[in-house]
């Protein structure tokens, strides 16, 4: 996604409102008001979103720069997609050399870092909930990372339920948290 296109999602998960309805004149009163409100919320947060940082020393860069901006947490979407410069190793070694650069910037300026990975395709046709061998490349990602979680839907008598279920919680318990996703907004909200 682009910057622009994630600022207008925070906007949509804040205000609650789908910024659809502007697009299809179909937005009310009250709609403006919340979007309005909602962008008077993200102007007051220290937000940097950068979109074109692909490869791993520019991430590094980039975040550097935050952190002496004063960024508290960096959140890289999706780890599979960054790339190295002439790197002849395989995926699963340069996976190794990011998810350890990561960990070395998060412990070096004691700051929280998040990133989103891709899983395989093994949880879903086997229709279970996903573990940690079934995220792609794993071994370096689960042995680097503090905390893991999956987002797994459900469907059942009461609808659909998206649960957050923590699989590696170096400073806490494993489990689950049930969250009702709202798709055209979004956003999820806790059950």
């Known amino acids: 996604m682009t910057g622009p296109e994630i600022y207008d999602r925070l906007i949509s998960i804040i205000s609650r409102v789908n910024l659809r309805k502007f697009q299809d004149q179909t937005a009310t009163d009250e709609d403006f008001e919340n979007v309005a409100a909602a962008r008077?919320?993200?102007?007051?947060?220290p937000l940097q979103i950068t979109d074109r940082a692909l490869r791993l020393p520019d991430i590094l860069a980039v975040s550097e720069k935050a952190i002496r901006d004063g960024a508290r947490l960096i959140v890289l979407?999706?780890?599979?997609?960054?790339?190295?410069?002439?790197?002849?190793?395989?995926?699963?070694?340069?996976?190794?050399?990011?998810?350890?650069?990561l960990k070395d910037l998060a412990m070096r300026h004691e700051i929280s870092v998040l990133a989103a990975a891709q899983i395989n395709r093994e949880a879903e046709k086997e229709e279970r909930p996903p573990i940690l061998a079934d995220l792609r490349e794993s071994g370096s990602i689960e042995q680097d990372a503090d905390f893991v979680?999956?987002?797994?839907?459900?469907?059942g008598n009461n609808g659909s339920v998206t649960d957050l279920i923590i699989r590696k919680n170096r400073s806490g318990p494993e489990g689950r948290i049930p969250f009702r996703f709202n798709k055209p907004i979004f956003r999820f909200d806790e059950i």
């Open 40 to 45: 008077t919320v993200l102007r007051s947060v």
């Open 77 to 101: 979407d999706y780890i599979q997609k960054v790339t190295m410069p002439i790197n002849r190793d395989n995926r699963s070694t340069v996976i190794g050399y990011i998810t350890g650069a």
């Open 149 to 155: 979680a999956f987002l797994h839907e459900t469907t």
